[in-house]
Nanobody, 123 residues
Framework: HVHLVESGGGLVQAGGSLRLSCAAS????????TAWYRQPPGKQRELVAT???????NYADSVKGRFTISRDNAKNTVYLQMNSLKPEDTAVYYC?????????????????WGQGTQVTVSS
């Protein structure tokens, strides 16, 4: 089995910073693209940032210049550094990974979601 576990959410004042982590565990052969999504209260889930296996990144316009996505391939972990947080960043943040895992000598693709971590920004 493979899993994604997120951590790092919490309550912070506007202008503050948080760093989210997403660790993949299990029989992972490779991680292709990884992304962070968020779901604000009463709204649909939206894409925040993505990073490819080669390190190319993309960001939603609403977070450009404030958020940074990065990855540590040795630890199978992706991070989301969030600076200059605003109340409108309040949401449950989810990690998503497009990966390949191993079952014996067989390699299989899988899309995984983490359980979500709450980020609350007070004004």
């Amino acid at each position: 089995h493979v899993h994604l576990v997120e951590s790092g959410g919490g309550l912070v004042q506007a202008g503050g910073s948080l760093r989210l982590s997403c660790a993949a565990s299990g029989s992972i052969f490779s991680i292709n693209a990884t992304a962070w999504y968020r779901q604000p209260p009463g709204k649909q889930r939206e894409l925040v940032a993505t990073i490819t296996s080669g390190g190319s990144t993309n960001y939603a316009d609403s977070v450009k210049g404030r958020f940074t996505i990065s990855r540590d391939n040795a630890k199978n972990t992706v991070y989301l550094q969030m600076n200059s947080l605003k109340p409108e960043d309040t949401a449950v943040y989810y990690c998503n990974a497009d990966l390949t895992y191993s079952v014996g000598v067989v390699h299989l693709p899988r899309i995984l979601w983490g359980q979500g971590t709450q980020v609350t920004v007070s004004s």
